[in-house]
């Protein structure tokens, strides 16, 4: 199951929970190598995650979600992976989730989206945030005349040619929707499966419902913006 | 030469000096200094030749002056402000690619204090 394959944690001051987030992986997980992707941590969150014994590529500034994934699959492309699976560094995302994108890989998807909305029970998020990735997911779906039903979810498997594109093209700022617009417009095949949520192990959400609603207002823009960008 | 002509003509005098001085310090590039040094020459025409903002407003159809001085200064400027955001985009990816370049090949090889010691060297 694991050859060729990396996860990619993205990580952003996250001491409190990496190494044991690594160490499950590592766990569940045997054979797969993991790579963890600091973002400019303003703590110890490279030297926690070494311990728990995943390869730290380091950006010396913060650069942003969008950024960290690209690099994470350039890590990737350099190394000789052909699958990825990208996973947040808080420990929401379930690693028994991971073989069945990695199963969607197998069958020919470029690019596979874990969606919380599509079947499998998971940790509830606010009504705010859900209607916002509900309206999200309307606009992305008509644009990428494809049903999706979680936009925002940031446990996503990488086929070869996706991770050859998204090593070099990225979002500016909203990673997960507009990456699945771009993927679409490349023509890759786009899969969604189930999977699990859990809540954060350690830390809070930055997304208020202030911040939500103006993500969402955003994201909308972005989403055309991009439709109306050169393939 | 009237006096609102010869304060003009001092101050496209001293920002045509501003520029060229910043540009011999090498704290702009050659690109900008250009730029720069036309609107100096622009503001110091405009003090010598007066009637040219009547005779530009009449062949715009703008019936106060004025207004179309107005309207080519706010033009440029926003002219210029587009080109400087299109350079901070550019910069902004070039930045990205940089740290991202530096992130892979820092994680490929690791600080000193980090690597496995060399076969033969002591500790």
């Known amino acids: 199951m694991g050859a060729g394959t ?26 797969i190598d993991v790579a963890v992707v600091d973002d400019g941590s303003r703590d110890a969150t490279a030297e926690r995650a070494r311990e728990g014994g995943a390869v730290v590529v380091r950006h010396p ?23 990825v699976v990208r996973m947040d560094g808080d420990g929401q995302h379930d690693p028994h989730g991971v073989p069945e994108l990695l199963e969607a890989l197998d069958g020919g998807a470029e690019l596979v989206v874990g969606s919380r909305f599509a079947g499998v029970e998971s940790f509830r998020s606010t ?18 005349r494809q049903r999706i039903t979680d936009p925002t979810s940031g446990f996503r498997g990488f086929g070869p040619r996706a991770i050859r594109y998204f090593s070099s093209h990225f979002p500016h700022d909203y990673p997960e929707p507009e990456s699945v617009l771009m993927a679409s417009r490349q023509r890759f095949p786009i899969v969604e499966v189930p999977v699990k949520m859990r809540s954060r192990r350690a830390g809070v959400s930055s997304l208020t419902p202030w911040r939500s609603t103006f993500y969402m207002a955003k994201v909308s823009f972005a989403l055309f913006m991009e439709r109306f960008r050169a393939v | 030469m009237s006096r609102s002509s010869i304060i003009v003509l001092v101050f496209s005098a001293a920002f045509a000096v501003a520029v060229l001085l910043t ?34 407003a009449a062949a715009m159809g ?7 001085l107005f309207f080519v200064v706010c033009g440029g400027l926003l002219w210029m402000l587009f080109r400087l955001s299109l350079q901070v985009a550019e910069q902004r990816r070039q930045l990205h690619r940089l740290a991202q370049e530096l992130a892979v ?17 002591a500790g």
């Open chain 1, 6 to 31: 990396l996860i990619v944690l993205l990580a952003y001051n996250e001491e409190a929970c990496i190494t044991d987030v690594v160490a499950e992986l590592r766990r569940e997980l045997p054979g």
């Open chain 2, 62 to 68: 703008i019936y106060y002056p004025p207004s179309a």
């Open chain 1, 61 to 83: 500034i913060n650069l942003g979600v969008a950024a960290a994934e690209a690099t994470g699959l350039l890590y990737a492309l350099r190394n000789g992976y052909t699958r």
């Open chain 2, 23 to 56: 540009a011999r310090r090498r704290r702009t590039s050659e690109h900008h200094t250009f730029s720069w040094l036309l609107v100096s020459v622009l503001t110091a025409a405009l003090a010598l030749w007066r009637n040219a903002i009547d005779t530009l």
């Open chain 2, 105 to 121: 090949l820092s994680a490929q090889r690791p600080p000193p204090a980090e690597r496995p010691p060399a076969p033969g060297t």
């Open chain 1, 127 to 144: 009504w705010l945030r859900r209607l916002g990735s509900r309206l999200i997911a309307g606009l992305l779906s008509s644009l990428c």
